[in-house]
């Protein structure tokens, strides 16, 4: 049943979101969650542990995560500037559904935000709406 959920293991408020090395930034949002409702950080897989094993405090080990799994300040830059030109240029695609077109657009947008770019939401609304064909 676990394996059907998108989010797997640790998935309540009692035990911390498992992070085995996949899908950084979901886990971090899940993991920032949980820390604070209950400040708790025990949510780490063998190897993700292993990482941090020598570490002496929590930011410390915050940090070292981060820099594996988002890269240094030069990499997220880089990372931002590739995702603001493919925000710019974003259309939909021949033959794509709306759900895909909303769904590659939010996973574009999400990216950014995590990167520090924020958004004026009605501009994304007005986005969105520029880049559907013309049958819609």
């Known amino acids: 049943m676990a394996d059907k959920l998108p989010f797997g293991e640790g998935a309540s408020i009692n035990r911390p979101p498992l992070f ?34 020598q570490c002496t405090s929590v930011k410390e080990m915050w940090g070292i995560l981060e820099v594996t799994h988002e890269g240094t300040n030069d990499v997220k830059r880089a ?11 974003f259309k939909m695609q021949k033959g794509e559904t709306i759900c895909d077109v909303q769904k590659r657009f939010s996973h574009i947008v999400n990216h950014l935000m995590s990167l520090a770019k924020n958004f004026d939401k009605e501009k994304l609304n007005i986005k969105i709406l520029k880049c559907l064909d013309r049958s819609w």
């Open 79 to 89: 990372r931002k500037h590739a995702l603001i030109q493919e925000y710019e240029l």
């Open 20 to 53: 085995c090395g996949v899908n950084y930034q979901f886990w971090k949002v899940r993991m920032k969650i949980f820390m604070h409702s209950i400040d708790k950080g025990d949510a780490l897989s063998c190897d993700e542990l292993s990482r941090v094993s």
